[in-house]
């Protein structure tokens, strides 16, 4: 008896060292995860079947790291602040080292998406410095950060009073078709997702000119108070996702938003 009960006492405190990485004593083993409006990677509304490639991506691997996710929209100031004071656990970032003062980046990416000069089919329009913009009507999705130069002739455009501005992707691309527009930019996979659910593929082109194109990864809040290891969570959110690009699991997932 003495001998089993030592065996029963060992095998618990294992279980529980296993488990102690995820969460702290008597703390819910929900992950906060903020969520975008950017399709296909995200969807703020959940009218369609698919839930967004990021998210399927999550949805598989923190399950398995022991957690249930919780996923929250919200305005960009109003997220830095919840992940600021830990109220927000999960945000995907492309690197910035002003960042690193705000959140734990992991190392594998989760994919890779690049701004692109979105223009008419058929208007023969070429980019290939910024000042092939300066005779086009531009627009600007408003709270899009682009790249530093970019970011900063999008400035020079509306100090001059010669920029389009908009709220939604969706009026980027009806403002462009109606010819209110010559060209903006956007992200070259959500362009393509927005154009295909509104039958616009046909009448945009997307130019090879790249703005920007960044890695992005799953980084985590230096406040979460719902993971105490965050380096070890980190390191074991690479590893799935490894996993799935190696077993097809990824490319499954992706096919189904033409990625």
């Known amino acids: 008896m003495k001998n089993f009960l030592i065996k029963g006492l060992a095998v618990l405190f294992s279980i529980l060292f296993l488990n102690s990485w ?7 083993k929900v992950l906060r995860i903020i969520e975008n409006d950017w399709p296909p990677y ?3 509304e959940k009218s369609g079947p ?6 399927e991506l999550l949805d598989h691997c923190l399950p398995r790291l022991g957690f249930e996710t919780e996923f929250v929209f919200y305005p960009v100031k109003r997220m830095y ?7 927000i656990d999960i945000a995907l970032f492309s690197y910035r080292k002003s960042r690193e ?9 989760l994919f ?8 008419r ?23 899009l950060k682009y790249s530093k130069d970019f970011l900063s002739y999008i400035e020079k455009r509306r100090g001059a009073g010669t920029l389009v501005t908009s709220i939604t992707g969706d009026s980027c691309l009806r403002m462009l078709t109606e010819g209110m527009i010559d060209v903006f930019v956007d992200i070259e996979n959500t362009v393509r997702w927005r154009a295909k659910q509104m ?12 703005i920007r194109t960044r890695d992005y990864f799953v980084t985590l809040s230096k406040t979460s108070p719902r993971i105490v290891d965050k380096i070890d969570f980190l390191k074991k959110m690479d590893e799935c996702l490894r996993t799935m690009k190696t077993d097809g699991r990824y490319r499954e997932i992706a096919a189904k938003y033409g990625l």
Request: hydrophobic letters at 35%.
């Open 50 to 55: 698919l839930p967004g490639f990021a998210r």
């Open 81 to 87: 602040t919840y992940l600021a004071k830990g109220e």
């Open 22 to 28: 995820t969460a702290g004593a008597g703390e819910p």
């Open 199 to 210: 039958g616009f593929t046909d009448q945009i082109e997307i130019l090879s000119y790249d």
């Open 112 to 119: 890779v998406s690049g701004y692109r000069p979105v223009v």
């Open 42 to 44: 995200y969807f703020k």
């Open 121 to 143: 089919a058929g208007t023969n329009i070429r980019i290939q410095s910024l000042s092939d913009f300066d005779s086009l009507t531009i627009g600007h999705l408003a709270g």
């Open 101 to 109: 003062d705000l959140v734990h980046y992991s190392s594998e990416p």
